[in-house]
């Protein structure tokens, strides 16, 4: 059984940092994708950052010079660093492992196509307050 459990996430001042983690169980690490997502209210949930069991990652979008997605295998832990967070970074953030595997991390899903293609966290929220 796949399991995924996210921690780290909290209420931290515009311009602070925070590492949210993912403990990753139950899932063929080699051949791994690990996604970040995030969901604000009212607004759709997007892809944040991903990486794969052999370390391939990318941060996507207007995060790639502030996040950082890491691993540590041997724990089977997936870290996202974000620094300089702003207000616009406050929503829940999910981790998710793709069920394609390494396809995934190389064909991302789209929308609400990505709710079957994941295993989900239950998510940690993140508040950056000014």
């Known amino acids: 059984q796949v399991k995924l459990v996210e921690s780290g996430g909290g209420s931290v001042q515009s311009g602070g940092s925070l590492r949210l983690s993912c403990l990753v169980s139950?899932?063929?690490?080699?051949?791994?994708?690990i996604v970040w997502f995030r969901q604000a209210p009212g607004k759709e949930r997007e892809e944040v950052a991903m990486?794969?069991?052999?370390?391939?990652?990318s941060i996507l979008g207007p995060m790639k010079a502030r996040f950082i997605i890491s691993q540590d295998k041997e724990k089977n832990i997936i870290f996202l660093q974000m620094n300089d967070l702003q207000s616009e970074d406050t929503a829940t953030y999910y981790c998710?492992?793709?069920?394609?595997?390494?396809?995934?991390?190389?064909?991302?899903?789209?929308?609400?196509?990505?709710?079957?293609?994941?295993?989900w966290g239950q998510g940690t929220q993140v508040t950056v307050v000014s």
């Open positions: 990486i794969t069991g052999d370390g391939r990652a």
């Open positions: 139950g899932y063929t690490y080699r051949t791994q994708c």
């Open positions: 998710a492992a793709d069920r394609r595997g390494t396809d995934g991390c190389q064909h991302p899903c789209h929308g609400s196509q990505c709710d079957a293609l994941n295993f």
